[in-house]
């Protein structure tokens, strides 16, 4: 089984929806969460980070149920510059900091 | 510049060739990770430095992967002896402290003949 899971998708959604992605990880001792995105042929950048009573940056919520070791990100009011792949990351519990990715969902918004 | 820069961007090789790939880190990031990524796949570790401590290389898949960090500051990945399934792209990436966001460069393209 893969630390990080996500359905690599993907998600074809029009303009204006909202959409949902989720992920589950397997170290319950994990420390930090994430998610970052990564265009095309681009490098990963961070969106938000986690916690577990929820945040919101804008049209991006991000929830962590720690119980249930499951990690969500909605997307409101999808825009066509939404377009790319968003991973799931998660820190493991070691001192190093190093950051276990998932594969990552594909969403397309299209017009 | 003030992100993390790599250099190469794009590196093809033939098979059984030594390659050398840099990261220059942003000034003053102490910590230091390399990923890479395979094609259509997630990032997976390599290897970690932090300041003066012993590195993480937990994740190098072979011992043809090797990594230096000279003055703690430039990074160089070494991949001796190449093999088609290395690959992939390699990124780096630095962080400030250990709580702080992970700054990924923008990756070395790397192509296996």
């Not at chain 1, 899971?5 to 319950?28: I, M």
């Not at chain 2, 059984?16 to 990032?43: F, M, N």
């Not at chain 2, 994740?59 to 090797?66: E, H, K």
Request: aromatic share 10%; hydrophobic share 30%.
């Amino acid at each position: 089984r893969k630390e990080v899971e996500q359905d690599p998708g993907p998600f074809n959604v029009p303009e204006g929806a909202t959409v949902a992605f989720n992920c589950t990880y397997s170290n319950s001792a994990s420390q930090s969460f994430f998610w970052y995105r990564q265009d095309c042929r681009k490098e990963p950048k961070l969106l938000m980070s986690v916690y577990s009573s929820g945040n919101e940056d804008g049209r991006f919520t991000a929830q962590l149920n720690r119980a249930s070791q499951y990690i969500s990100l909605l997307i409101r009011d999808s825009k066509l510059s939404d377009s790319a792949t968003y991973l799931c990351v998660v820190k493991g519990s070691s001192n190093t900091g190093k950051l276990i990715f998932g594969q990552g969902t594909t969403l397309q918004v299209k017009p | 510049g003030a992100g993390v820069s790599q250099s190469p961007s794009n590196k093809v090789t033939e098979k059984g060739k030594d390659v050398e790939l840099r990261c220059d880190p942003i000034s003053g990031h102490t910590a230091l990770y390399w990923y890479r990524q395979s094609l259509g796949q997630g990032l997976e570790f390599l290897i970690y430095f932090q300041g003066n401590s012993a590195p993480d290389k937990s994740g190098l898949p072979s011992d043809r992967f090797s990594a230096e960090r000279t003055g703690g500051s430039v990074s160089t990945l070494t991949i001796q002896r190449t093999q088609q399934e290395d690959s992939a792209v390699y990124l780096c990436a630095t962080q400030g402290q250990p709580t702080d966001t992970q700054y990924f460069g923008p990756g070395t393209r790397l192509t296996v003949l």
